[in-house]
């Protein structure tokens, strides 16, 4: 959404977009080079800086194919403080390849999680050494254009459509609305419960999709909270104050639902891929002594919880709970979109060649 201190910043954001529409021009008409692979890759992205929920949605596919398929995940590895191509093994840590890909390298321990900053030259190194790989899953991928997948799936937030939206620094996105006809599944996220039919149709007008392209609706669901160390589920009931410790892009659903759930929370609110430091662990544990109560915890994101892990000592004593969140498809769209997927890596066959 363009705000209205932004529009200061709005002949930037003409410089920047004419660069990023140049830049994918040189692509299309393949003067800069990408390369496929005769291999099922399924990219998850966004046209937005953050927030639209891609993580949860390669969760959600990670859940969905591994039961039949060995699949891997490459991302960049975000903030991590290493470079180059790295598989995640029992001593990684979230500085070795970033806080989403550890999040995921913790909750499925069975399957392969890579990092690098180059895909083009991760794909292959990956399929080098785990070569029973079927399926690679690329997190946050769409503007990376070098490696073109074979399905792209495109994730947009309700409460800021691409549609509505400016490119950087007028507004969040980071590439151009036209680079969304590139996608071959365009997902609505973080759709309020109660969305209609109405303006599930008025939203489809707005986007207006490609003869190919298909439309789905998800909405969050918030999972029972877990203790970040035992992992003992806890009910929160609605006398209990929560501290609400938060670093990523978009808090605004999650603290919507405290809304609902609590009498009351506080939040402290740090930046998107905040790496915690000891100073940060005296204001949060500041914080929460403050609060006079018996009845009160310490409530984060998973991806945040990865990075406060370090402090195992100083925490362990401290009732903190991590705060699991999935996609859930709407109106009886589940299997359709289950059977997308399905379909596309069934195209491959099983013994996979590079092109």
């Known amino acids: 959404m363009l705000k209205s201190f932004r529009y200061l910043f709005f002949p930037l954001a003409l410089i920047y977009n004419g660069v990023i529409w140049l830049r994918n021009i040189l692509y299309d008409k393949n003067i800069l080079k990408s390369v496929s692979f005769n291999f099922p890759l399924i990219c998850i992205g966004n046209l937005a800086t953050g927030g639209t929920g891609k993580t949860p949605m390669v969760e959600y596919l990670i859940r969905f194919l591994k039961p039949n398929y060995k699949i891997a995940t490459l991302s960049r590895g975000y903030k991590r403080k290493t470079t180059g191509f790295a598989i995640a093994d029992k001593n990684t840590t979230a500085l070795d390849i970033g806080d989403e890909p550890m999040q995921l390298h913790q909750k499925f321990k069975d399957i392969l999680i890579a990092v690098c900053e180059e895909r083009i030259e991760a794909v292959p190194q990956l399929l080098q050494q785990k070569p029973d790989t079927e399926v690679i899953i690329l997190d946050d991928a769409f503007q990376h254009r070098q490696v073109r997948a074979g399905m792209n799936i495109l994730l947009t937030e309700y409460a800021n459509l691409y549609t509505r939206d400016f490119i950087l620094p007028a507004g969040d996105l980071r590439d151009v609305q036209s680079s969304s006809k590139r996608a071959d599944i365009i997902i609505i996220t973080k759709c309020k419960a109660d969305l209609s039919e109405t303006e599930k149709i008025s939203i489809i007008t707005e986007i207006r999709p490609l003869a190919n392209q298909v439309i789905f609706f998800t909405t969050l669901i918030y999972g029972k909270p877990f203790h970040l160390f035992t992992k003992d589920e806890l009910i929160i009931e609605q006398d209990c104050e929560i501290l609400l410790v938060c670093g990523i892009a978009n808090p605004r659903p999650l603290k919507d639902y405290l809304t609902k759930l609590v009498d009351t929370y506080e939040m402290i609110r740090y930046a998107d891929h905040h790496i915690f430091?000891?100073?940060?662990?005296?204001?949060?544990?500041?914080?929460?002594?403050?609060?006079?109560?018996?009845?009160?915890?310490?409530?984060?994101?998973?991806?945040?919880?990865?990075?406060?892990?370090?402090?195992?000592?100083?925490?362990?004593?401290?009732?903190?709970?991590?705060?699991?969140i999935e996609h859930r498809f709407m109106f009886n769209e589940t299997e359709k979109f289950n059977t997308a997927i399905t379909t596309f890596v069934n195209k491959f066959s099983m013994h996979h060649n590079l092109i």
């Open 277 to 324: 430091h000891s100073n940060d662990l005296k204001e949060i544990k500041h914080q929460f002594d403050k609060i006079k109560t018996l009845k009160k915890i310490i409530l984060t994101t998973e991806k945040d919880a990865v990075r406060l892990q370090k402090f195992s000592l100083e925490l362990k004593k401290i009732p903190i709970y991590v705060i699991p």
